[in-house]
């Protein structure tokens, strides 16, 4: 589905949201990336230490995770979000980036999406084992695939590949997304493991595909179609801090105040 139209969904089975249930300095920055990324994210560093700390609540995160993105809002019906990114250091998270203004679905967050609803689903996903892009590599640490002419995202919720990436020479059905057309919103861009391993086993049929972090599609930002987008030059040090090895997890939730009672 296009990226700036519609999408996306959940289903019953599906990671619920995140809870957040608190405080750390932030890191100081350096322009190039330190190994094992575990400093702040070069350039994006809030020269003020922010007054909370929403990485230091959370309780679904994995133990193995290191590094967590959060994007939030001030409720579930509002297409306008903040990113923030944290990294772990000796157990105690830690402010790794300034609050970034972002984009979510045009419907706001949603605990039960349905396949072609532009919400964004809740819930603590994985970062995908592959960056993709119709833009080289900008330097990221994940293996990384430059987009040519028959490169998909199948979202037709009847094929045995639903929700996955697929070469092809032709249209795989459905809604399926030629990627290597998504000028510039997939410029760069990283999968949001909702509804596909290892959240879930087997993608569940008409519960949502195709959810990434990748570019905003128009110059002032716009809401998507249910996946997160961030400006060109906030998104490519993210996806440049991304460490695989610190097993990187993202976390979509309104604030806490509004989880559960909307």
Not at 42 to 49: N, S
Not at 230 to 258: G, Q, T
């Amino acid at each position: 589905m296009k990226r700036r139209s519609l999408l996306l969904g959940a289903a019953a089975g599906l990671a619920a949201p995140a809870v957040l249930t608190p405080t750390a300095p932030a890191l100081g920055a350096t322009r190039a990336a330190p190994a094992r990324g575990t400093a702040s994210v070069p350039g994006l560093t809030r020269p003020t230490v922010p007054h909370h700390n929403l990485a230091a609540r959370l309780t679904t995160l994995p133990p193995q995770a290191k590094q967590v993105l959060i994007v939030s809002g001030t409720g579930y019906s509002i297409s306008h979000a903040t990113l923030e990114a944290y990294v772990r250091v000796n157990d105690r998270w830690q402010h790794a980036s300034a609050v970034l203004p972002a984009r979510i679905g045009s419907k706001g967050f949603s605990d039960n999406h349905v396949e072609g609803v532009p919400t964004t689903p809740t819930g603590t996903y994985s970062i995908g084992s592959t960056m993709y892009g119709i833009a080289a590599n900008p330097g990221v640490r994940y293996p990384y695939h430059r987009l040519v002419s028959g490169d998909w995202w199948n979202e037709n919720p009847t094929s045995s590949r639903y929700n996955s990436f697929q070469h092809s020479s032709t249209n795989p059905g459905g809604n399926s997304e030629a990627l290597w057309t998504e000028v510039p919103a997939y410029t760069h861009f990283a999968v949001i493991t909702y509804n596909m391993p290892p959240t879930v086993s087997t993608p569940v049929p008409y519960a949502g595909s195709g959810i990434f972090l990748h570019e905003f599609s128009t110059s002032g930002g716009n809401a998507t179609a249910g996946c997160v987008s961030l400006a060109h030059e906030h998104l490519v040090p993210v996806l440049r801090w991304l460490d695989p090895a610190l097993s990187p997890h993202i976390v979509l939730s309104p604030p806490i105040s509004s989880a559960g009672t909307t």
